[in-house]
């Protein structure tokens, strides 16, 4: 069983930046594939970032790539999501999840087990 608790959110205004963190619970976390993603408003949950358990492996959505970076601290059992030049459709809820998958990098959300509750950002124009 893991849990995760996301925080780092908040408003912010177009092209400033935030970084997210996730912190699981469990001895486990490095076994784990981490994931973001978000959903805003009256869409679905769009996959943003995930990272290999061992970091040595991350793939970013068009969308976001050359803005937003994951990376993790497996001694602190946490996943990161540094976003910068932020616009107003990065606007959503962002949930960090956990994924046993090893042998490719997750993408959709079934193939995660565990979520957080996620986190609210904002992007003023």
């Known amino acids: 069983q893991v849990q995760l608790v996301e925080s780092g959110g908040g408003l912010v205004q177009a092209g400033g930046s935030l970084r997210l963190s996730c912190a699981a619970s469990?001895?486990?976390?490095?076994?784990?594939?981490m994931g973001w993603f978000r959903q805003a408003p009256g869409k679905d949950r769009e996959f943003v970032a995930t990272?290999?358990?061992?970091?040595?492996?991350?793939y970013h959505a068009d969308s976001v790539k050359g803005r937003f970076t994951i990376s993790r601290e497996n001694a602190k059992n946490t996943v990161y999501l540094q976003m910068a030049s932020l616009k107003p459709e990065d606007t959503a809820v962002y949930y960090c999840?956990?994924?046993?998958?090893?042998?490719?990098?997750?993408?959709?959300?079934?193939?995660?087990?565990?979520w957080g509750q996620g986190t609210q950002v904002t992007v003023s124009s």
């Open positions: 469990g001895r486990t976390f490095s076994y784990y594939a």
């Open positions: 999840a956990a994924s046993p998958n090893k042998a490719y990098l997750p993408l959709r959300s079934h193939e995660y087990n565990y």
């Open positions: 990272i290999a358990g061992n970091g040595a492996r991350t």
